[in-house]
C-alpha cells in the first residue's frame, strides 16, 4: 500500500521560487504564476507509476520525479488550476486515496539568526541555489516533515514578504528552506511560513523520521 506523504498544491508559483525551481529541475521547467502540485509517497519506486497516471488525466508538464530508497517526490505544473488540480485528483483515485489521507506536516526545527558575520554568509552562499545572503542580513531556516511541504513554505513566505530565497530542499526525510534578508522582512516571512505549514490538515503520523 502506498503511503501519501506529502500533498501540496500551489495556486501560483512566484517569481522566485519558479526561478529556484527551474534552476534545480531536471524535467520541464515552470513559469512564474503557474500552478504547481508536489506530490511525495513511500515506497518511492510507485513514483513512477502515479507521475504516469498524472500526464494522462490532463495537460500538465512534468518538472521532477525523483526516487529515493525510502520516499518518491513528483512536481507537475500547468497554467491552468484545473488541469493542476485534476491530474493531482487522478492520482488521489488511482491510489484509492483522499487529500486528507496526507501527512499533517510538522516544523522540526526554525531558527531566526540575526545581523550575520561575512564569513557565516560565505559559507550558506556556496550551497545554495537561490539568491544570495550579505554581511548584515537576516537568515530564517525552517526544516520540516515531511519534505516536499518545504514548497510550500517557501512559496508563501515570498507572498508576504521582500525576501531572498536561498535554497529549498523538498526531497528527503527532510525538508528545508532557507531565507535571508532584511530582518522586518524575515520575521513576517517566517510567520507566514510557518502559519502556512500548520494550517494544512491531514493526518497525524506518530513516530520521528530517521535522517539520511
Do not use: C
Amino acid at each position: 500500500m502506498v503511503d501519501l506523504r506529502a500533498y501540496v498544491f500551489l495556486d501560483s508559483l512566484q517569481p522566485q521560487f519558479a526561478s529556484f525551481q527551474a534552476t534545480i529541475s531536471k524535467g520541464y521547467l515552470p513559469k512564474v504564476g503557474q500552478a504547481s502540485l508536489f506530490v511525495e509517497i513511500s515506497p518511492g519506486m510507485a513514483i513512477n507509476q502515479v507521475l504516469d497516471v498524472a500526464l494522462k488525466a490532463t495537460d500538465v508538464t512534468a518538472g521532477m520525479q525523483i526516487v529515493e530508497r525510502h520516499y518518491g517526490m513528483l512536481e507537475v505544473h500547468s497554467e491552468s488550476q484545473a488541469d493542476t488540480r485534476q491530474a493531482g485528483q487522478a492520482i488521489l483515485d488511482y491510489l484509492g486515496l483522499q487529500e486528507g489521507d496526507r501527512h499533517k506536516p510538522r516544523v522540526v526545527a526554525n531558527q531566526v539568526v540575526r545581523h550575520l558575520e561575512d564569513t557565516q554568509t560565505m559559507l550558506i552562499n556556496r550551497f545554495r541555489h537561490g539568491n544570495m545572503i550579505l554581511a548584515g542580513q537576516t537568515l530564517f531556516v525552517l526544516e520540516v516533515e515531511p519534505a516536499a511541504y518545504a514548497a510550500l513554505a517557501a512559496n508563501e513566505a515570498e507572498k508576504a514578504a521582500d525576501i531572498n530565497i536561498l535554497e529549498v530542499r523538498a526531497i528527503g526525510s527532510f525538508g528545508r528552506v532557507y531565507i535571508g534578508g532584511e530582518e522586518r522582512d524575515v520575521v513576517v516571512a517566517h510567520e507566514a511560513a510557518t502559519q502556512a505549514i500548520e494550517a494544512v490538515t491531514g493526518k497525524t503520523v506518530t513516530g520521528k523520521t530517521k535522517d539520511k
